[in-house]
């Protein structure tokens, strides 16, 4: 049973940064893409970025690019999420997600139903 753990929530002042990271264990097969949503109070759950474990290539919604960036540390079984310049509206809980399943095109790794595991969430908070 794949485990997803993950660290570096907080609380942070708008315009700031935080990283996120993300350490899988207990793989048994392929994992084909990594992902980041987050959930806002009373919202549903949103795509945020994701990577594809073994070609890195990357896709983003509009709403983070350009501020967020998504990495992926292969030896240690790990993805990042670098966030700059942080607005308020950023304020959600962050989930890390991973995909066992082959999609052709990064892209087609941006809903939630496209994902196998799911971590426990780390809270993100930006004030004004």
């Known amino acids: 049973q794949v485990q997803l753990v993950e660290s570096g929530g907080g609380l942070v002042q708008a315009g700031g940064s935080l990283r996120l990271s993300c350490a899988a264990s207990?793989?048994?097969?392929?994992?084909?893409?990594m992902g980041w949503f987050r959930q806002a109070p009373g919202k549903e759950r949103e795509f945020v970025t994701t990577i594809n474990w073994s070609s890195g290539s990357t896709a983003a919604a509009d709403s983070v690019k350009g501020r967020f960036t998504i990495s992926r540390e292969a030896a240690k079984n790990t993805i990042y999420l670098q966030m700059n310049s942080l607005k308020p509206e950023d304020t959600a809980v962050y989930y890390c997600a991973e995909a066992t399943f082959y999609r052709s095109l990064i892209r087609d790794y941006t809903r939630a139903r496209d994902y196998d595991y799911w971590g426990q969430g780390t809270q993100v908070t930006v004030s004004s």
């Open positions: 207990g793989r048994t097969g392929s994992t084909y893409a």
